[in-house]
């Protein structure tokens, strides 16, 4: 009888039913069944179940996060009357994403692997302020922390929290886990952290594994193991600090602006950007590929503005650009305000903090109280149009550099207004609901991009479509709840202005067949993830063979490599750059192709760090784009 409960129990998880879960759950407990073997043996091995199909392709997120309530659905009930003893078993551990980010996807997933593998888990949610992982942890001893972040944005905020628990003597008394697509094993070792892992699963195991080599909790919690961590960690932290009291990216900024004073452009070039950038596009010829890292909110400091007024005020937006696109000589610009633009006009609440990216503060709860905005003066669309309209004139007249207009398709739009994990579960279990929720998203995506065209408020309009991942979603739901909208109704909008298509997706592995071929697009900024790669993450020797011939690729140098200031920082930024050179044009000739690729970084370089990093790409592409140019191509 037992062994019937837990089997019924592991299929009621791998069903995502939350009702038969607390049944069961209830019904095991008046059969006599142990409560930890029903959980672990019940509940935890249909949560296997569901992570085994998941990492073989043959369920997605929705499915996970489905599962993963169902398991907490009968743990509710489980949980409780576990023995005190078996209780007192059980490793803590602290999870959530850091401050400043909204996504919450990655943490949920690892969140359920671990109380599926017996952690108590506290879940601090998202938007997590630093000072709030280091609390929790201390209140409750913890034995982990984990934190994660999909933005290149706001992952630096992982090192600060790692700092205050230096500071306060307690970072040995931790095992710390990161993760999110752009962390990588250098970035996590290098601020100290104790691991990183490619998904879920790899996470839930190495932390299982590692709580168990931590002291015993009495003695390193203890005051005299605290006031050893003060002491250990005090002159790493000195050194820290001397060197945070630098704004290495107002310091970078003078610099280079001194040097382009006294010295100008260093070379004149045969072609200018916005000729450069044109051409590459339609794959005629050109005296080297055009090169842009997505620096776009860390320009603001050749302005001296804050972040805030970057993303707000057209005026700061404008100079920034101007002067970022001047002092670098950058061949465009692409109008990367923030990714809250069109979720705050359908009522989400906005957090702009001074110097650090914008993020939602809080999601609408209704998907009755969703209405199309009008779109009108005071709106965050409209205010970003205006200010995107007075960029592209300064940089076209100025600069004969091409502006880009930024802003988010229809389903990035309802996750930022509501949540990605609550809107993919929705996907399943009220699909019609969502779909008249990305209806009235796609309205307003439509109008928004209409202004920009009937304004002239940019050269070209990219658009972030960021959910066609075929981990996170199948091929046919990402078609269902975003493909179709996009397809039939807003890029009509582009033919009828006959402009470029244009996708910004720095997901790991995205649906490209989609959103290059079905779309027809003209240009697609990509992010590539290596530890990804088993997964469907690709790079330009699989991308330009596939797609060369109908769409121009953008990407893919890592942008966390632009964080790090130093003179082995730039050089690393400069080789990979020089190597992405040396290798992407002789695969555009092997293709039958002479330019149609663009130099750039894989997601936005983050808003905090130096400029030099971003001077060192673009000057490296300068430096032997011609020669190469001419070598390979004649």
Known sequence: ??????????????????????????????????????????????????????????????????????????????????????????????????????????????????????FKMIDLGADVPIEKFVETAKEHEADLISMSALMTTTMTNMEKVIEILQEEGIRDSIKIMIGGAPVSEEYASGIGADSTHPDAMHASAWASEAVKELDPKAARWSEEKINLGKIKYREILAKKTVSDKVDIGLETASKIKEEFESIGVKSKEEMTHIDRTVSAMSDKKVDRLPVYPLACGVLRKFAGVNYRDYATKAEAFTE????????????????????????????CKIKYPEDDTPSSEGHIKDYEKIEVPELKKGTRGYELVMASKMAKEKINKELNTPFIGFHEGPLLTLTQLMGADRILMDMKT????????????TDYICQLTELFFSEGACDALCIDNLWSNNVIMSEQDYWKFDGK?????????????????????????????????????????????????????????????????????????????????SAAGVQKVRDDTKTLLENAIPVLKENGLQSKYILSTGCEVPPGGPLTTVQAMVNTVKEFGPELQKKIMG
């Open 430 to 441: 009220q699909p019609d609901v969502v779909l008249e929720a990305v209806q009235k998203c």
């Open 320 to 347: 920034s650009a101007f002067l970022g696109c001047k002092y670098l000589d950058l061949d465009m610009f692409v109008g990367l305000a923030d990714l809250s633009a069109t979720s705050a006009d359908f009522g």
């Open 485 to 565: 909208f996009v397809y039939d109704q807003h890029i009509p909008l582009f033919k009828q202005y006959n402009q470029p298509y244009i996708i910004h997706n720095c997901a790991d592995a995205v649906h490209f067949e989609t959103q290059i071929k079905k779309f027809g697009t003209s240009l697609y900024s990509y992010a590539y993830y290596e530890k990804s790669r088993d997964k469907g993450s690709q790079n330009y020797a699989d991308l330009i063979p596939k797609y060369g011939d109908m769409c121009c690729m953008m990407g893919e140098v890592n942008p966390v490599e632009f964080m790090d200031g």
């Open 1 to 118: 009888m037992a062994a019937d409960i837990l089997n019924q129990l592991a299929e009621a998880v791998v069903d995502g039913d939350d009702d038969l879960a607390e049944e069961l759950a209830q019904k095991a407990l008046n059969e006599g069944v142990d409560p930890y073997d029903a959980i672990v043996n019940g509940l935890a091995r249909g949560m296997a179940i569901v992570s085994d199909q998941y990492e073989k392709g043959e369920a997605f997120v929705p499915h996970l996060l489905l599962a993963s309530g169902a398991m907490y659905a009968g743990m509710d009930i489980l949980s409780p009357e576990m023995t005190k003893e078996e209780g007192a078993l059980q490793a803590v551990g602290v999870i959530g994403t850091i401050e400043g980010d909204v996504h919450d996807i990655g943490k949920n997933l690892v969140k359920t692997m671990l109380s599926a593998g017996g």
